[in-house]
């Protein structure tokens, strides 16, 4: 199968298998719309808030593997090319921007955080465990969800270049880190603002599960 043809499907499959939001899927056997309760947002912190803990671990066992299985796949089972080096990487992104942007909810998905820590564990289990350390701390000084997944999002491109020197894909991870972090304009605005709900605080607003965890 030519390059191409590798590439168009990475691209395609990538963006499919995205596409399964179980945060929106159990909603809708539940008889509701996700987007339409809690912090409106299709990912596992919405999920617990809205249908509980099953629902929310559900959700963010989905949106890890979804990403995790084609990248680690496509390295280490799969026979591709050398000349389709960067085909994880690509299917990968394509996975998260399918979770973000799904065609079958009008392109209002979730926000990418936990699709990320899939592809960041499919590529290297050592940043992975990178990343858990960053949050860990992070969430321990501050109790802000979002500060500590967009520290860890900002993180993969500076690693990635480090360590591989490979521009291309740098490049791609510093593209999808600039949407995810996107997605959380409104987080940043409250976290600078003094108005963003600190993890584990007893008050229930939808601001509490507007956070980086899908």
């Not at 959700?59 to 299985?69: E, G, P, Q, R, S």
């Not at 860990?136 to 979002?146: D, E, K, N």
């Not at 600078?192 to 584990?200: F, Q, R, V, Y």
Request: one cysteine or more; aromatic letters at 10%.
């Amino acid at each position: 199968m030519s390059t191409g043809l590798w590439y168009a499907g990475g691209i395609l499959i990538g963006y499919l298998l995205g596409n399964i939001n179980t945060a929106a899927i159990i909603a809708r056997c539940k008889g509701f719309d996700i987007r339409s309760k809690g912090s409106g947002n299709a990912g596992a912190s919405n999920a617990f808030v809205t249908m509980g803990k099953g629902a929310a671990a559900a959700t963010a066992l989905v949106d890890i593997l979804k990403a995790f299985l084609p990248v680690f796949l496509l390295r280490h089972v799969i026979p591709v090319s050398e000349a389709c080096a960067h085909l994880p990487a690509v299917t990968g992104v394509c996975v998260i921007l399918g979770h973000m942007f799904p065609f079958w909810m009008q392109f209002r998905g979730g926000k990418g955080f936990a699709s990320l820590l899939g592809l960041i564990f499919g590529l290297s289990w050592q940043f992975l465990l990178i990343c858990l350390g960053i949050l860990g701390v992070i969430l321990f000084v501050t109790r802000y969800i979002a500060l500590a997944s967009i520290t860890c999002v900002a993180a993969l491109p500076v690693f990635w270049f480090i360590t591989t020197g490979d521009v291309f894909e740098t490049v791609l991870f510093a593209g999808i880190a600039v949407i995810i972090i996107s997605k959380h304009i409104q987080n940043i605005k409250r976290i600078a603002n003094g108005t963003e709900i600190p993890l584990g605080s007893k008050k229930k607003t939808a601001a509490e599960t507007d956070d980086a965890k899908e």
